[in-house]
């Protein structure tokens, strides 16, 4: 079992900063990948940006040139940069973390942090 704790949301003006922090326990030598997702009121939760173990790096479109995602395996944390914040960037943001087991991918989710920006 792999347990996933974020941190670091909070109310934000148009074009702030903030970082979001997750912390892994358990499992975690068997993590694959961390990856941030969000999920805004009445719409679907959407991929953010993920990063492997190799620490190759993917981000949404919308969220590229703002937003980076890093890893301190040490620590056993994934943390989500966030500059340039924008109103539609308002969402819960949740972190996922993945694992290959007996061919097929399992995840793990946290309870979600809840980002605002709002002027």
């Known amino acids: 079992q792999i347990q996933l704790v974020e941190s670091g949301g909070g109310l934000v003006h148009p074009g702030g900063s903030l970082t979001l922090t997750c912390t892994a326990s358990?499992?975690?030598?068997?993590?694959?990948?961390l990856a941030w997702y969000r999920q805004a009121p009445g719409k679907e939760r959407e991929l953010v940006a993920i990063?492997?173990?190799?620490?190759?790096?993917n981000y949404e479109d919308a969220v590229k040139g703002r937003f980076t995602i890093s890893r301190d395996n040490a620590k056993n944390m994934v943390s989500l940069q966030m500059n340039s914040l924008k109103p539609e960037d308002t969402a819960a943001y949740y972190c996922?973390?993945?694992?290959?087991?007996?061919?097929?991918?399992?995840?793990?989710w946290g309870q979600g942090t809840q980002v605002t920006v709002s002027s």
């Open positions: 358990g499992s975690v030598r068997l993590i694959y990948s």
């Open positions: 996922q973390a993945a694992r290959w087991s007996e061919d097929k991918w399992i995840v793990y």
């Open positions: 990063i492997s173990v190799g620490n190759t790096t």
